[in-house]
């Protein structure tokens, strides 16, 4: 158990010891540079780093013509015109619905078949209205 707890805090320890990167040429053994990293830097470089690839990408989708390649997404104009469409698609199927329940009942009336309809079969309860003057 206190071994976990000593390895958890080297690891966080070590966190900002500082170590040597150096670049060197393979031929001829020279030091071409050096940086001084410690792992907070590392991880900050990379941070960034996909930070600023991700911004980038996004701004790119957005602010350019790419934006019409991804799915669901048109121009106003086309989302317009899809909406008058769909409006006039639903008022046609509508009014075809009602032209054959129309077509359904007149031929129902000269067939002189009313099986198929339920009658209204209540009683209407009218009160009674007292005429007489006071």
Do not use: C, H
Not at 4 to 19: C, H
Not at 21 to 26: C, F, K, P, R
Not at 64 to 89: A, H, N
Request: hydrophobic share 35%; aromatic share 10%; net charge positive.
């Amino acid at each position: 158990m206190a071994n976990k707890r000593d390895k958890k805090g080297r690891n966080v320890g070590r966190i900002g010891n500082r170590y040597r990167l150096v670049i060197m040429n393979d031929d001829t053994y020279e030091e071409v540079t050096s940086f001084k990293l410690s792992r907070m830097s590392v991880y900050i470089a990379l941070s960034t780093l996909f930070v600023l690839l991700v911004t980038i990408t996004v701004a790119t989708v957005v602010f350019t013509p790419l934006r019409y390649y991804i799915p669901g997404y048109g121009d106003l104009k086309q989302r317009r015109e899809f909406i008058r469409l769909k409006m006039r698609t639903d008022s046609l199927e509508s009014a075809i619905n009602a032209r054959d329940k129309y077509l359904d009942n007149i031929k129902q009336v000269i067939s002189g078949d009313f099986s198929a309809t339920k009658l209204d079969t209540t009683t209407i309860k009218v009160p009674k209205v007292d005429n007489s003057t006071y």
